[in-house]
């Protein structure tokens, strides 16, 4: 590759960019402001959890470096992402502060360049702040003009966590949003010499990449709370599958399979607040986003629905299980995560709740505090609990063994198991347990 790349915030996203960088050869200078953070990848090790992550990085060959000087990034390097936090505000759009911040310290870098140098802000921000405020602060620090003497790109990343390095090296589309056609074409490249295949680029204006950003997962949170909708419609339907359904319904091209299978709510630091965020940039500019509204009102609802199922099987008096709290499998994040909403929902009702994840254990202890118990294994929450709740699909949880189940309750009656996602074979743990798969009607039950 042969590409000179610096990337300002070594973070769940910031680092494996980085590292996917160097390992096709590039000499990557990595920024963060955490010492610990510059220390762990010039030691050679991921400063972050995420899967792959620590095996690419012992494949380098000493191009990946990082510092705390933003001065010396940039004047050794010839492309520069910016991957820091946009925390959302009070009105649900994202604050710029951090990455307004890094491009007036890149700005510091660019005043000592002669040489053409594009700056690339992957971290989603909301329209407008690309041309606006971002272009301000690099213009100002720099003493430079955009779009001659420096190049400036907005292309977020479309990844979810646990699988980061795997959705860079094979995006399905390049979005980017230019100030010239060259600063376009240089990132273009950069990106294609990365990436595994040759995904085809959509090149546009800031503001249409801006807004591509959060309608992608405004329309990815929108579908799978269709699917969510068709699980209840099922629950109701005597004889109906949503597995069926939907299998069906993503046969037909002009809607496909992703994000289909009915379940529980969606989770995670980009899908909720992706929405939310757009809902926000409609009303601000005096528009409408009804059906976004519509699909965040709706996502909030799925732990009340769980909760309802609880009540409706057992009272306070017995202690309810939930196995999985991170936001999906392969990851310790628990953002917006429904099985620690869930866990914080069912203590508000006074029932005692046991918790066990593969990953995320310390994460939401941190959050939740002593209003949960947590278990070793996934064993003993099952042996301590009366209702069980499989609430993230870990392939682990997959392999759970019907014995577990056998033991019944104080009152001598047997165990509930909600399987939100279906994961276990339903007449093995039917026989055993009160068992309830969402999704399914009454007669397959």
Request: negative net charge; hydrophobic residues 40%; contains cysteine.
């Amino acid at each position: 590759m042969g590409a000179k790349v610096s990337v300002i915030g070594l973070g769940k996203l910031g680092c494996p960019l980085a590292a996917c960088f160097a390992a096709n050869g590039g000499e990557v200078v990595g920024v963060d402001m955490e010492q610990r953070a510059v220390d762990a990848v010039n030691q050679g090790k991921a400063p972050t959890v995420e899967t792959g992550l620590q095996d690419l990085m012992n494949q380098l060959t000493g191009n990946l470096r990082a510092t705390q000087d933003f001065v010396d990034a940039v004047t050794s390097t010839d492309v520069t992402f910016v991957v820091v936090p946009t925390p959302s505000g009070e009105d649900g759009t994202f604050i710029n502060d951090y990455v307004v911040a890094a491009c007036r310290s890149i700005g510091q870098g660019l005043k000592e360049k002669s040489s053409y140098h594009v700056v690339t802000i992957v971290s989603t921000v909301m329209p407008g702040s690309t041309g606006g405020v971002i272009r301000q602060a690099l213009e100002e620090a720099s003493g430079k003009t955009c779009g001659v003497d420096f190049g400036l790109c907005y292309s977020p990343a479309f990844v979810a966590l646990g699988s980061v390095i795997r959705n860079f090296l094979r995006p399905d589309y390049l979005l980017i949003g230019e100030s010239d056609p060259k600063a376009g074409e240089t990132l273009e490249q950069f990106y294609q010499c990365m990436c595994d295949d040759e995904p085809r680029a959509e090149r546009m204006s800031f503001v249409n990449a801006e807004l591509t950003k959060l309608a992608t997962n405004a329309f990815v949170s929108t579908k799978i709370t269709f699917g969510n909708m068709m699980a209840q419609l099922c629950e109701h339907l005597p004889g109906a599958d949503v597995d069926i359904v939907t299998s069906a319904l993503g046969m037909d091209s002009r809607i496909g399979v992703k994000y289909l299978k009915g379940g529980i709510g969606y989770g995670g630091p980009c899908l909720d607040r992706d929405n939310v965020a757009l809902v926000a940039m409609a009303g601000n500019i005096g528009s409408e986003a009804i059906l976004a509204e519509a699909t965040d009102r709706a996502n909030r609802l799925e732990v009340s629905r769980l909760v309802d199922i609880i009540k409706s099987k057992r009272d306070t008096s017995n202690t309810v299980g939930v196995l999985g709290l991170s936001y999906k499998p392969d990851t310790n994040v628990i953002d917006a995560s429904q099985g620690v909403l869930l866990a914080q929902a069912l203590g508000k009702e006074g029932y005692p709740v046991v918790a066990y994840d593969p990953a995320a254990m310390e994460t939401t202890k941190q959050m939740v505090g002593e209003s949960v118990t947590f278990a070793a294994s996934a064993e003993r929450c099952i042996e301590e609990s009366a209702v069980i709740v499989i609430s993230t699909p870990w392939n682990c949880f997959a392999e759970i063994r019907p014995g577990l189940f056998t033991g019944k309750t104080a009152d001598g009656a047997p165990k509930v198991l909600i399987d939100c996602w279906r994961m276990l074979n339903a007449e093995t743990f039917a026989a055993i347990t009160d068992y309830v798969p969402l999704g399914i009607g009454p007669e397959h039950q």
